[in-house]
């Protein structure tokens, strides 16, 4: 089972929700997802996912993928979560993320080559093994839950990296450097 398109894809429901769970689908290509209303977007990916527009939804997004996925667009899913989850590469990308709750879980490091762009009033973010950075462009009070990167003598730079660039409040409940060699 799965989707296997070899080149770019796209999934436009209109007022429904996407679901694209099968763990074999395997995206050759930047994926465009498309719906309207509080519909969900939910999409796995056997290997690596790269998003092909910018997503703009009433409902939650949540993307898994065994490899690096690439957020070159813009989600908005306004007062609702986004769930970006690597279980075996990076989450990367110069595209927006904003939503009321955003949680990245990445294996190699989130936002590691340039900075995650969010805006959020609530933040999750968990590397197993690379960097976290990101900067949060919200005006109001941020909750951080959870800042983790477990660091080895590899890698070069902070571990962790949090700019709040919008001007809000932060709380930090938990930020950890597991593991790091020291300087």
Known sequence: GGF????TSSFTTGGHAITLTDGANSFGGAVSLANTGAN?????????FSLGNAIN???DVTITAAGTITVSNAITASGRTVTL???????????LISAGAVDLDAATGIG???ALSLAAASIAAD???????????LATAVTVSSLKSKGTSS??????????SGGGTVTFNKVSSVDSDPE
Do not use: H, K, M, W
């Open 4 to 7: 296997t398109p070899t080149g």
């Open 40 to 48: 969900d977007i939910d999409v796995t990916a056997a290997g690596g």
């Open 57 to 59: 939804t009433g409902g």
């Open 85 to 95: 989850d690597s279980t075996g590469g990076a989450v990367e990308g110069g595209g």
């Open 112 to 114: 590691a080559s340039s």
């Open 127 to 137: 590397s197993d093994a690379g960097p976290v950075r990101l900067t949060n462009a």
């Open 155 to 164: 890698l070069t730079g902070e571990l962790i990296v949090f700019n709040q």
